[in-house]
């Protein structure tokens, strides 16, 4: 399994994530009779051949009257558009009914609606109904199978469409993001950080995988993102700082700190000092949990000189005791 079926099948399992998928994908009439939350079956249900051809996800809802109690969703997940995607969702589908059949029941099966969700670096071009892929006419084709799929690209869909959901537009960002190009990839973390900024395993989990499909380069945007995030978003700094921590990341904290001193320092000598005494308090906070009361008079006296000194101490120091000891 790759790192975007890994991130895909980790969001779908959030809490809230996956209803709210169906909610907002599905066509009102259908959601409208939902009796609950969708439920999560084993992927194996599609193909009982067990020869590896499992869908991601694979879920089931109750609805309202009718014959058909139950509804099942298969969500695949696809990062490259093959000509024949649909193919394999037939696959899936046939599997599928073919054990429904078996079940015991009325007579009537189910539906089952196939939705795809994309994040491919170029926007799906492919077919959406089963019909479009077969050399014939129109009448000829309605003596055929056909079916359609619900489609969401994510890369090609606006981030502010994604989702009203904040885990489910968070994590779709972060397959938006690793489809996007580099010199647009900084804006998406951005939203992506706001939308997970109150899920901290979530999180960090796409940041990792970001890390394991878009390399470094996203180092400093990550950060920056965190810088953007400003008051009230401290938990998801904190959580930004340690993951760049865990990946050795120091030029770029050194860089901001340094920039951050010399736009304070043209705004006025007194400002820049204590714009640059708040910043060290931060990071001996983030480091070392607490400052004591003389701690706090040091740096509060400390000239430019010396916060630097003590700064750049900071960064690497193993201990509070050991970022003083030159003083």
């Known amino acids: 399994m790759g790192p975007h079926d890994k991130a895909f099948r980790k969001l779908m399992k959030e809490e809230g994530v996956a209803e709210a998928l169906l909610r907002e994908r599905l066509p009102p009439s259908l959601v409208a009779r939902f009796e609950g939350p969708p439920q999560h079956l084993s992927e194996s249900f599609v193909d009982g051949a067990g020869k590896g051809h499992l869908a991601d996800v694979?879920?089931?809802?109750?609805?309202?009257?009718g014959a058909s109690a139950l509804v099942l969703f298969v969500v695949e997940h696809k990062r490259t558009e093959g000509?024949?995607?649909?193919?394999?969702?037939l696959r899936y589908l046939t599997s599928l009914y073919e054990q429904l059949a078996r079940a015991p029941g009325t007579g009537r099966l189910p539906v089952v609606v196939p939705l795809i969700i994309y994040n491919g670096d170029a926007p799906w071009s492919g077919p959406r109904r089963f019909s479009d892929l077969l050399e014939a006419s129109v009448e000829v084709k309605r003596l055929s199978v056909d079916f359609e799929v619900v489609l969401l690209d994510v890369g090609a869909e606006p981030a502010c469409s994604l989702s009203a959901h904040p885990t489910l537009k968070g994590g779709l960002l972060g397959l938006k993001a690793a489809a996007t190009p580099r010199a647009g990839l900084g804006p998406v973390l951005g939203q992506m950080v706001g939308a997970l900024a109150d899920e901290e395993s979530t999180l960090r989990f796409f940041l990792q995988y970001l890390m394991s499909v878009v390399g470094r380069d996203?180092?400093?945007?990550?950060?920056?993102?965190?810088?953007?995030?400003g008051q009230g978003k401290e938990k998801a700094m904190q959580t930004i700082s340690e993951f760049l921590e865990s990946k050795g990341y120091r030029r770029g904290k050194r860089q901001g700190l340094?920039?951050?001193?010399?736009?304070?320092?043209?705004k006025g000598l007194e400002k820049g000092l204590a714009a640059y005494r708040d910043g060290l308090r931060r990071v001996l906070l983030r480091r070392f949990k607490k400052?004591?009361?003389?701690?706090?008079?040091?740096?509060?006296?400390?000239?430019?000189a010396t916060l630097t000194r003590w700064l750049e101490a900071a960064l690497e120091a193993k201990s509070l005791k050991a970022v003083f000891a030159s003083h």
């Open 58 to 65: 694979v879920l089931g809802v109750k609805l309202t009257g």
């Open 83 to 89: 000509a024949f995607v649909l193919v394999q969702v």
């Open 218 to 229: 996203a180092l400093p945007l990550v950060e920056r993102a965190a810088q953007q995030q």
């Open 258 to 266: 340094k920039e951050g001193l010399e736009q304070g320092l043209e």
């Open 291 to 304: 400052v004591p009361a003389a701690i706090e008079h040091q740096v509060a006296e400390a000239d430019a």
